[in-house]
């Protein structure tokens, strides 16, 4: 089946997956996920770059020929042998290599042999001390900016959508995304960079964007679902999933695509490096967001008004309906209305209706009148 034509079905109805229906084996998925990561983090913790630790860092303005990142790290371990090491090039043929803290003697030595490996003189090499302050100080400052970010979203959420329990589902689903992408660092055990933290921090922005649009979505099936008994809530919101799931699907492979490039050059030709720190934070934060934007985001609003007297009445009413029974507005049962079958649709319902009155014998009161002899 061509993609288009599936993503025509889905739109029209014609073909449906049980998202919403099946929500407790999503929920089920999440949360091993999640502890898996909680887990990571807690007896593993995060491998915090010397940004946040403290270093060493060297610097030559410019190299002779190709900067060699690879080059640079190996002259640093043919001083201080198997070590932590980063190099990445730096403005027109410069080059940066940073490592954990040295001593006098050791800073000596590794600018020595950086500057034999970039045939360069020793007094162009400049080495400094990177405390930690800096690190600490990007720290407290994105933490400040993702709980000042997600109690704006909240509160916009809640007033656009004008009900907090949608704001509710999209904060769990960002909580979701961050706490699993910040985890797998844990778990591998990369270097978590101040480029790794604005990756933590972008991949909000899209996890909130694909869930506004299936709100968005949610919000139009379901604005008129209490005046009719032909689909419930959940139903009217698995609906809105299914029409949205195939533009879900193209947003994320196209946000997807030039990340993994990006990440593929950074990884397999440039080495780690800042390229790596941020574009494996956004591949793995895109790829999480869209499962919580589809599979989890829409079926814990749904958890949340399902207990809801509206929600509840109107369900009733839509099974009542579906069993044949005429009902009230407060959704009790007040008489038979036809006999049909528990699978039988509205339109079988109403042509059963037509049937019925065109081949009942008319009455006394529905025979047709006699003109008066006056008037033929």
Known sequence: MKFDRWGNRLYTGEKAYPIVQRRRTWYVVAAV??????????????????????GSQFQIAEVEGEVDTIAAAEAVESVLGPTEVQASGIGDGGIRVRTGQLTTEETGQVAAAL????????????????????????????LQGLVIFLVLVGLVIAVYFRTWKMAVAALVALVHDIVITVGLYALIGLEVTPSTVIG????????????????????????????????????????????????????????????????????????AGTLLDLSLA???????????????????????????????????????????????ASGTAVGPLVTVGADDDYDDVRDIDRLSLRDRPLGQREQPRRAPRSRR
């Open 200 to 271: 933590f921090l972008t991949i909000l922005g899209y996890s909130l964007y694909d869930t506004v649009v299936v709100f968005d979505k949610v919000r139009e099936n379901t604005e008129d679902v209490f005046e009719q008994n032909d689909s419930t809530y959940a139903e009217e919101a698995n609906r809105a999933v299914n029409q949205t799931l195939v533009r879900s699907i193209n947003t994320s492979v196209v946000a997807l695509l030039p990340v993994a490039a990006i990440l593929f050059i950074g990884a397999l030709l440039l080495g």
């Open 282 to 328: 956004l591949f793995i934060g895109i790829a999480v967001g869209t499962y919580s934007s589809v599979f989890l985001a829409t079926p814990l609003l749904v958890h949340l008004r399902e207990r809801e007297k509206a929600v509840v009445d109107q369900a009733r009413r839509v099974e009542e309906r579906r069993a044949g029974r005429e009902v009230s």
């Open 33 to 54: 996920v999640l502890l898996v990561a909680v887990g990571s983090l807690l007896v593993r913790g995060l491998n915090l770059g010397i940004d946040f630790t403290g």
């Open 115 to 142: 500057a034999e490996q970039f045939g360069v003189g020793e007094d162009e090499v400049t080495s400094d001390f990177v405390g930690a302050t800096w690190g600490q100080e990007v720290s407290q400052r994105a």
